[in-house]
């Protein structure tokens, strides 16, 4: 299977800073990963798809890019809303889906 | 307005069985893959299955496979998973998951169901 690996684990950060999230993927990929935000107690919501297709309803502040092995998620100016836990998913074709362990953002 | 709504989770000893159900509303389930996820506390989501429009393929992850089986019933916009033989490694948020008919990966979640193995 292949393996995600986000980072960093924990990011600690102020309302309107730049924040940047990185993930990696054990083998090619193409585009195909999403970006989900997940609040205690909730299902994951998904962001990005395609690596940097925006879901509708999503504010422009979040964007994703990145193909092949290397992706990231970039909040453009940190909200108090967007204080939550962030992972990374790959759905390449034929393969099973498989997720990051999660970036927690806190507030600092 | 897109809804998913899990039920059936509970506490159940090592080697039960316990069956899911998913209703679903606000689209036309039949035109939907539908998938199930799981999450441990404290650890990230992993897909555990998934089932085609009509229901003749369906696909599992190594660990649940000849344990867990995925079904749906169209007529009834509904979703299931039957587990048996429950392992302590089971214990998890379980969570019904529409894939996108163009997204290809879930757009929509449930609120998910717990189900927690234990003696």
């Known amino acids: 299977d292949i393996q995600m690996t986000q980072s960093p684990s924990t990011l600690s950060a102020s309302v309107g800073d730049r924040v940047t999230i990185t993930c990696r993927a054990s083998?090619?990929?193409?585009?195909?990963l999403a970006w989900y935000q997940q609040k205690p107690g909730k299902a994951p919501k998904l962001l990005i798809y395609?690596?940097?297709s925006l879901e509708s309803g999503v504010p422009s502040r979040f964007s994703g890019s990145g193909s092949e092995t290397e992706f990231t998620l970039t909040i453009s100016s940190l909200q108090p809303d967007d204080f939550a836990t962030y992972f990374c998913?790959?759905?390449?074709?034929?393969?099973?889906?498989?997720f990051g362990q999660g970036t927690k953002v806190e507030i600092k | 307005e897109v809804q998913l709504v899990e039920s059936g989770g509970g506490l159940v000893q090592p080697g039960g069985s316990l069956r899911l159900s998913c209703a679903a509303s606000?689209?036309?389930?039949?035109?939907?893959?539908m998938t199930w996820v799981r999450q441990a506390p404290g650890k990230g989501p992993e897909w555990v299955a998934s089932?085609?429009?009509?229901?003749?393929?369906?696909y599992y992850v190594d660990s649940v496979k000849g344990r867990f089986t995925i079904s749906r019933d169209n007529a009834k916009s509904s979703l299931y998973l039957q587990m048996n033989s429950l392992r302590a490694g089971d214990t998890a948020m379980y969570y019904c998951?529409?894939?996108?008919?163009?997204?290809?990966?879930?757009?929509?979640w449930g609120q998910g169901t717990l189900v927690t193995v234990s003696s």
């Open positions: 998951v529409r894939v996108g008919y163009d997204i290809l990966t879930g757009d929509y």
């Open positions: 606000g689209f036309t389930f039949r035109n939907y893959w």
């Open positions: 089932i085609t429009q009509d229901g003749s393929e369906k």
């Open positions: 083998q090619s990929i193409s585009s195909w």
């Open positions: 395609k690596a940097s």
């Open positions: 998913q790959q759905y390449n074709i034929n393969s099973p889906w498989t």
